[in-house]
């Protein structure tokens, strides 16, 4: 049956738990749930405490989706003395009131000094703990990840000061929030002997109910929706424009499709910018409308599309294919096999994996180099090194796979040079833009140290078809140090 059981500080809690089960067994999960010793704990139905610990809960009349009362009380033995002395109409004597949570700070054992950083472990409540030395807390917050991690979530200004290493940082930062909650504090306490009839005092009192509500609203929603505090990776496919990889950004919430300027000119499509197209994009922000490319080529998969490009000037996404594309070639984006189909032609790709997305549009962008170690450093130098002694060794003696001239590697801007696409979708997937084909051996061999074929492409063609070269330059991205 399923029984819900709160407690004074406000949290809840429900047990499916079977009719049979006896009292003391039933604390025994609650002490699972709210960290508190079962023999300090007492429960109230309906009024009436349960203090035998041996009868079972449909003895004592409990049935589906009753609410029960978790109080915690001194001790075991007084407990059983108070419990004999109970009547109807009295509360339970001897509550401990020192350990009862604060609303929406977190779970037992939960420190209010950190400005509702999250829970803190259970030792807290353990002898000889001071949750006012900011160090302590530091200390205790670094020997825990998993609680690291809840405060960097809901107390970001304190996560930060603590992994930037500087104590004196932290300790202010400690402080200063120790006296916010302490003025909050002293304001409510003013607020319950002022004036209920003045609107001042009315419109605080509003605002503190206001607040109760939406911190259970909060609580409710992380025991019952947890997901939705979670994040998730944007839609992102592949594709070819004028030749060149990219990856495009899927958005059915904008109006067109557009690409970045820096995108347009990498892919050599710049020169057909028409700028009496130029003027404001206006959405969540503004950004300025270079032109408009009023036709150009797409390739999807093993298919080819026309579209039209809106150029950005200051655009962090090199692609985004907008509802114009995806209503002209009737797409469907089916989430449950995570794929975009095209209903004009039937065929359908993949969204990318997080791994796969360019490096803004990754979750964990902003702490890449985090749990990088001085090894991984090192090899990525020494792959840097390996790499430009592959270059100079390439310029002089040549590589038969990629091309018989005996010429030092060209530039980059000249190996990007534009070239025109195939016509048809039977171009073989190892043609690079500049028409150089590479051993399916040899990309094989690359996608088994696990990049995508799309990587494993770029590094051929910018390494001349040199294995070697390609492999560091893909190692050393992988890195963070590219």
């Not at 605080?204 to 509500?213: P, Q, V």
């Not at 990088?372 to 090192?378: A, C, K, S, V, W």
Request: with cysteine; hydrophobic share 35%.
């Amino acid at each position: 049956m399923h029984l819900t059981v709160t407690t004074l500080s406000d949290q809840i809690f429900s047990l499916e738990v079977g009719e049979d089960l006896d009292l003391a067994s039933f604390k025994g999960l609650c002490e699972l749930e709210v960290g508190v010793p079962a023999h300090q704990i007492a429960i109230v139905w309906n009024g009436r405490p349960l203090h035998d610990d041996k009868l079972t809960l449909k003895q004592y009349g409990i049935s589906n989706g009753d609410m029960l009362l978790l109080q915690q009380i001194q001790g075991q033995a007084g407990q059983r003395q108070d419990m004999g002395q109970h009547s109807p109409g009295l509360s339970l004597p001897q509550i401990d009131f020192s350990n009862i949570q604060l609303p929406g700070v977190g779970g037992a054992g939960a420190f209010s000094g950190v400005g509702g950083g999250g829970a803190m472990p259970q030792q807290s409540s353990q002898q000889g703990f001071n949750e006012h030395d900011p160090l302590t807390i530091r200390e205790m917050f670094m020997s825990n990840p998993h609680q690291m991690a809840l405060l960097k979530e809901r107390n970001p200004p304190l996560a930060e000061a603590m992994l930037s290493g500087d104590i004196e940082k932290f300790v202010k930062v400690f402080r200063e929030q120790q006296q916010e909650r302490m003025r909050i504090e002293q304001e409510r306490l003013a607020l319950l002997s002022a004036d209920p009839f003045d609107p001042d005092v009315q419109k605080k009192i509003a605002e503190e109910i206001r607040m109760k509500n939406v911190e259970t609203n909060m609580e409710t929603a992380i025991e019952y929706a947890p997901e939705s505090f979670g994040q998730v990776t944007m839609l992102y496919i592949d594709c070819m424009v004028n030749g060149h990889p990219v990856k495009a950004f899927v958005d059915s919430g904008a109006q067109m499709t557009i690409m970045s300027q820096e995108c347009a000119e990498r892919c050599h499509i710049m020169r057909l910018v028409d700028t009496r197209w130029a003027g404001i994009a206006k959405g969540v922000g503004t950004q300025k409308i270079i032109g408009r490319v009023h036709l150009c080529q797409i390739q999807i998969g093993p298919m080819f599309f026309q579209s039209s490009f809106s150029i950005l000037e200051d655009q962090p996404m090199d692609m985004l294919l907008g509802l114009d594309m995806l209503k002209r070639h009737q797409c469907i984006l089916d989430l449950q096999r995570n794929v975009l189909i095209f209903g004009t032609t039937g065929t359908e790709t993949p969204f990318l994996n997080e791994s796969d997305l360019p490096e803004h549009a990754r979750l964990n962008s902003n702490h890449n180099n985090e749990n990088i170690t001085d090894e991984d450093r090192q090899l990525a130098e020494a792959l840097t090194r390996s790499q430009q002694e592959t270059v100079s060794r390439t310029g002089a003696q040549g590589d038969g796979a990629a091309s018989s001239s005996s010429q030092p590697k060209p530039s980059t801007s000249a190996a990007k040079a534009a070239s025109p696409p195939k016509a048809g979708p039977s171009s073989s997937p190892s043609s690079s833009a500049q028409g150089m084909t590479f051993s399916e051996s040899v990309i094989s061999k690359l996608m088994g140290y696990g990049f995508s074929r799309t990587a494993v492409m770029e590094e051929l063609r910018r390494a001349n078809g040199n294995m070697d070269q390609a492999l560091a330059a893909l190692l050393a991205k992988s890195l963070n140090f590219q």
